[in-house]
């Protein structure tokens, strides 16, 4: 049992990162053994935005392996070296946490497949997100916990998902945490809740066709599968939408690019969702209480049936 | 097993993984006063006046704290409890086995209204998954949405909702009424083993999957019929019962009931018997 939240401001901005993270903590009870967020702030759009970690949190009940810091320091030199050797030029450098940073990078060639290939070449490197506006942070814990760790409390921005999640297919790590970056799309981002009964099929299928899994978790089918439908010439929702055939299992899933957020409900309707939506804001949560942290007073708000797919633009 | 002639009665009782000793606890409390002339009431349960009327806050109550006090209140006699502020919080008025009168000023999150028997309950918002849930006798009259697996397992009652439904509608349903004023989602009437569910709106694929028994009436479009799941004639008693009780139920009063599409079991899949263990041994 999950937990996602997500929300779209439509002609505005606002305090995203708060807003979701009192969103999360309200479905805490769903899961903390991690917790995800997938920001969209107000930015130039001129450079990429990359979060990348080079490590995992070994604290919390984590099921990794503690290392040194100084591999992550000698990590984060060949990441370095990497960026330079590709034409990357590094604008901003934040190291938030010794295994988790944040660089702004002026790149230019739009296909990043490359690009995340050579940087994940690295052994225990992984890019969360590459975007013009989305921002992955995902680490273990409940909401609360991350959103203090990494000062999330103030980012401004459009549209934001996320994901409390109680580790059942795989482990309690932050490579296993949700949002999943939309590989290797730009400012793509996903979050699922649920069980994916295909999982091996599909993951065999798109490795044949080029693409890469960072982790055993079956969540990230998703975004890997969007990812190779949009690649294919598809729309974000011509690839929501065939994936209710090509996922099996039940799952509620989020989908936001830098402009849209889209909700995909399977055929079972097994997965919980409750829906707001007015003309500036949509919201939306495994339970009422996630909208009810953002909109106490009484609203309309409904389920989407099974097999209904829905998009909204900024 | 041993040679159970050949024991004790209290060894051969064990033998067969019975048990002799005297059980205590809350199951073996005496529930009901056999003495009373109407044995309609449960142990616990108050005398209250409709007339009685009180408010209460739930804002910054905790689901267990605010049914704690709804007790409490109908202890003091409150036949009428009025609740402001429910926010979506999961849980709220579960449990009650009295008579009462329950207003909701707002939605309720999931299991609203659980186990309860005889209370009528109006809510004014939305409610959650599992809303009345075993729900034994009464009315609950939702003014809005329900989410999924809606009325499940009712044994008796009306569960009415104005709004949509979501999946899983009265699954398990063994007795009662469930009214849906607009469209219901997938699987509505799953292994329903009786009761009646009326659908003014559409509904979703696999209507009445693997039903034993019981009716659902249909008045928009279906998605799909579930497993066993076959047309039926819509008598005109059929007809009469389901003005009476859209009228009742103040929805739909004006619907045109003589469209309605009726739904029952094949009875085809299953070695089902409609009689109850009780109506059984009388039978026999």
């Avoid at chain 1, 409750?274 to 953002?294: F, K, P, Q």
């Avoid at chain 2, 402001?84 to 709220?92: A, C, I, T």
């Avoid at chain 2, 699987?187 to 659902?216: A, E, H």
Wanted: with cysteine; charged share 25%.
């Amino acid at each position: 049992m999950c937990g996602i939240a997500g929300l779209i401001h439509r002609g505005k901005s606002s305090k995203v990162g708060h807003e979701l993270q009192g969103m999360l903590q309200a479905l805490k009870h769903r899961g903390e053994d991690s917790t995800g967020y997938a920001l969209y702030g107000e930015t130039d759009g001129k450079n990429f935005i990359m979060r990348f970690k080079v490590g995992e949190n070994v604290g919390e009940g984590s099921t990794s392996v503690a290392e040194d810091v100084s591999v992550y320091d000698e990590r984060k030199k060949i990441v370095d070296s990497y960026l330079s050797e590709m034409g990357a030029k590094i604008v901003k450098e934040e190291r938030i946490l010794p295994y988790s940073l944040r660089y702004e990078i002026e790149y230019n060639k739009k296909d990043l497949l490359e690009f995340s290939q050579k940087i994940e070449s690295i052994p225990g490197v992984e890019i969360l997100s590459m975007g013009k506006s989305l921002e992955v942070i995902k680490d273990l814990g409940n909401a609360k916990m991350v959103c203090d760790r990494y000062n999330l409390d103030k980012l401004v921005g459009t549209h934001a998902i996320g994901h409390a999640r109680m580790a059942t297919e795989s482990g309690v790590d932050i490579k296993s945490a949700h949002p999943f970056w939309g590989y290797p799309f730009s400012d793509v981002s996903v979050v699922h809740n649920g069980q994916l009964t295909n999982y091996w099929n599909n993951r065999r299928a798109l490795e044949n066709k080029g693409m890469r899994f960072m982790s055993e978790c079956d969540s990230e089918l998703i975004a890997v599968y969007i990812a190779q439908k949009m690649r294919e010439g598809a729309s974000l929702e011509e690839g929501m939408k065939d994936s209710l055939i090509g996922l099996d299992g039940v799952f509620t899933y989020f989908v936001a690019t830098k402009d849209s957020l889209g909700m995909a409900k399977d055929t079972m309707a097994a997965k919980p969702l409750v829906l707001y939506e007015s003309d500036d804001l949509v919201a939306m949560g495994s339970e009422e209480i996630a909208i009810r942290s953002i909109l106490p007073q009484e609203i309309d708000t409904y389920d989407p049936f099974d097999g209904e797919v829905k998009v909204w633009q900024i | 097993m041993a040679n159970i002639k050949n024991v004790t009665k209290k060894t051969k009782a064990q033998a067969m993984g019975m048990h002799t000793e005297v059980l205590t606890g809350r199951t073996q409390q005496k529930f009901f006063n056999p003495d009373e002339a109407e044995n309609f009431y449960y142990f616990g349960t108050y005398d209250v006046d409709f007339n009685k009327r009180t408010d209460l806050d739930v804002k910054d109550m905790t689901a267990a704290d605010a049914n704690k006090e709804i007790d409490n209140l109908m202890s003091q006699g409150y036949g009428t409890i009025v609740i402001k502020n429910p926010q979506g919080k999961h849980s709220l008025g579960v449990g009650i086995l009295n008579k009462l009168n329950l207003i909701f000023e707002g939605s309720l999150g999931y299991f609203g209204m659980g186990s309860c028997d005889g209370p009528t309950v109006r809510i004014n918002g939305r409610v959650g998954w599992s809303c009345a849930e075993n729900l034994m006798a009464g009315k609950v009259v939702i003014e809005k949405n329900a989410g999924s697996c809606f009325g499940a397992a009712i044994r008796g009652g009306d569960l009415i909702c104005k709004g949509s439904v979501g999946a899983r509608t009265g699954i398990d349903m063994k007795g009662g009424t469930i009214i849906i004023g607009g469209d219901a989602g997938a699987f509505t009437g799953f292994m329903m083993q009786r009761g009646r569910i009326i659908i003014l709106g559409d509904v979703g694929i696999n209507l009445g999957d693997s039903m034993y028994d019981g009716t659902i009436f249909v008045g928009g479009e279906i998605g799909s019929y579930g497993s066993d799941a076959v047309d039926a004639e819509l008598t005109k008693s059929d007809q009469d019962w389901l003005k009476r009780k859209l009228k009742v139920a103040e929805i739909g009063e004006k619907f045109d009931v003589s469209k309605m599409k009726k739904i029952v079991a094949g009875k085809k899949l299953w070695n089902y018997d409609n009689l109850e263990p009780t109506e059984k041994k009388g039978a026999i």
